[in-house]
């Protein structure tokens, strides 16, 4: 059953998101044929773009469709040229947030490497090749909170954090299992336990207790504060960190600026437990500033489709892909190519 064929579905989105989603599909087209499987790709019409033409966000119907696949790959939504006639966040919200939600994508995986050729903006970056594992469901982005006494002087906004022990523990053990099958073996939580209280003790309770499972772990803990420090003066000293769906928001976006940008930023919205798809997508948005003119980098999309290879269990694709991405940049450092010139490079390479 090795040579079974993957089954996924593809939703490019807006802005740049076609342009870089199908240069990931040529990269994948291309791994398969090297590595003697097949992809049959189905194209979703979802985004901005979609709800002006047809008013669907996203439908039961089209939830129930993409659940049968096997993973998705994710371009970006959100931008449109006709963008003043769509309602602010209603696309993030009911389309990339249900999507999260409904198919339970409680990891939210965010590898972060200094690859040869990519230039960082710190002076002595070190090598850094870490992991962030954000918890996707939780937190204050659970949608718990509301508004009082609108318009008043006297108004109360809330969004409260909510942090289950299901949740966490789900979330530490999977941050666990990659750090042991990763070289360092090294887990950093990363909380603000001093002043966080309560979701901070059960945050470090199922860590200190899981770590005792993993020995070969060694174990550490930054407040999210002083891991936003390191993370500019020492990004090293991290393999994996995991934390919660906030902290983990903005930490992986710094990873990105250090690690040379959001060209190569990708990320795996992931269901561990294998119930709903999977979702593998680039970190940046749809990027209506370079639309439709070739420019976008499609890397990080590419970076996207071999974490999904990875998790379909094609870990020798996804290494593939990794490797050629590495020898593009390294023989293109800083070069401004064009969005199917870097891919070609990349399909070069693969092998
Ligand atoms: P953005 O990531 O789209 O763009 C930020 C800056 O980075 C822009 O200058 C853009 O040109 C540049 N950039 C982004 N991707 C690039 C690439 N592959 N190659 C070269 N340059 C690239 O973020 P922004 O401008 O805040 O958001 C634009 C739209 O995207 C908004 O509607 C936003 O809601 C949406 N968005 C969607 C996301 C998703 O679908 N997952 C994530 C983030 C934003
Ligand atoms: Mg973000």
Not at 200 to 219: C, D, H, K, M, W
């Amino acid at each position: 059953t090795e040579t079974r064929s993957i089954n996924l579905a593809v939703i490019a989105g807006d802005g740049i998101g076609p342009e870089i989603v199908s240069q990931a599909e040529r990269v994948l087209d291309r791994v398969a044929e090297l590595d003697g499987f097949s992809i049959e790709k189905t194209p979703y019409s979802l985004g901005a773009a979609h709800w002006l033409e047809t008013g669907e966000t996203l439908s039961e119907e089209t939830l129930a469709a993409l659940a049968q696949h096997d993973a998705i790959l994710f371009g970006a939504v959100g931008a449109d040229p006709r963008s003043a006639e769509v309602p602010s966040g209603l696309i993030e919200r009911e389309v990339l947030l249900k999507l999260r939600f409904a198919f339970d994508h409680f990891i939210n995986l965010r590898p972060s490497r200094l690859f040869p050729g990519a230039v960082s903006p710190l002076s002595n970056p070190g090598d850094i090749d870490f992991v962030v594992v954000r918890e996707g469901t939780e937190g204050p982005y659970a949608g718990n909170g509301g508004v009082l006494r609108k318009g008043t002087p006297a108004e109360i906004a809330t969004e409260v954090s909510l942090n289950t022990a299901h949740g966490i523990e789900r979330l530490v053990r999977y941050a666990f299992e990659l750090a042991n099958s990763r070289q360092r073996k090294k887990l950093t939580l990363v909380h603000k336990t001093n002043v966080l209280v309560n979701a901070g003790q059960l945050y470090s309770r199922y860590f200190n207790e899981i770590a005792a499972e993993y020995p070969e772990v060694e174990t550490d803990y930054c407040h999210i504060d002083a891991a936003t420090i390191y993370l500019t003066t020492d990004p090293s000293r991290f393999d994996v960190i995991v934390t919660d769906n906030l902290f983990g928001d903005i930490l992986t976006d710094q990873a990105g600026a250090v690690t040379g940008g959001i060209g190569y930023a990708a990320c795996g919205n992931i269901n561990a437990s294998r119930e709903f798809p999977s979702m593998f997508e680039p970190v940046h948005g749809s990027a209506p500033d370079i639309a439709g003119q070739n420019v976008a980098n499609p890397t990080a999309t590419i970076l996207a489709a071999a974490m999904l290879l990875r998790h379909l269990g094609r870990e020798d694709s996804a290494a593939r892909i990794e490797r050629a991405v590495e020898k593009d940049l390294a023989a293109h450092p800083g070069a401004t190519r064009s969005t199917d010139q870097v891919a070609s490079d990349i399909l070069e390479r693969l092998g």
